[in-house]
């Protein structure tokens, strides 16, 4: 079981920036990756931003060269920068990990809205 809490959503003007975090406890395999989803009223949950369990980063195109993924396995938080924001970036933000063991297992936070104004 694994449990998933996020944080630091809010209201920013375009061009400002935020960092999410995502507080994790629970097990966690070895094999596993982790990262940030984001969706809007009516659309998928699209993928933001994850990170592996070797450490590889990969991101969205319409993000990559403003935001960055990282954790901290000491505080067992997962952090999302989120810089240059623009409106179409608002969301509700969700932290996911992923345990792979034989089959796939997702756990979900409950979400953290984040709104980029004009």
């Known amino acids: 079981q694994v449990q998933l809490v996020e944080s630091g959503g809010g209201s920013v003007q375009a061009g400002g920036s935020l960092r999410l975090s995502c507080v994790i406890s629970?097990?966690?395999?070895?094999?596993?990756?982790m990262g940030w989803y984001r969706q809007v009223p009516g659309n998928e949950r699209e993928l933001v931003a994850a990170?592996?369990?070797?450490?590889?980063?990969s991101y969205a195109d319409f993000v990559k060269d403003r935001f960055a993924i990282s954790r901290d396995e000491a505080k067992s938080t997962m952090y999302l920068q989120m810089n240059s924001l623009k409106p179409e970036d608002t969301a509700d933000y969700y932290c996911?990990?992923?345990?792979?063991?034989?089959?796939?297992?997702?756990?979900w936070g409950k979400g953290t809205l984040v709104t980029v104004s004009s």
């Open positions: 996911n990990v992923r345990n792979i063991f034989l089959h796939v297992t997702d756990y």
């Open positions: 629970g097990t966690i395999f070895s094999t596993h990756s």
């Open positions: 990170i592996s369990s070797d450490g590889t980063t």
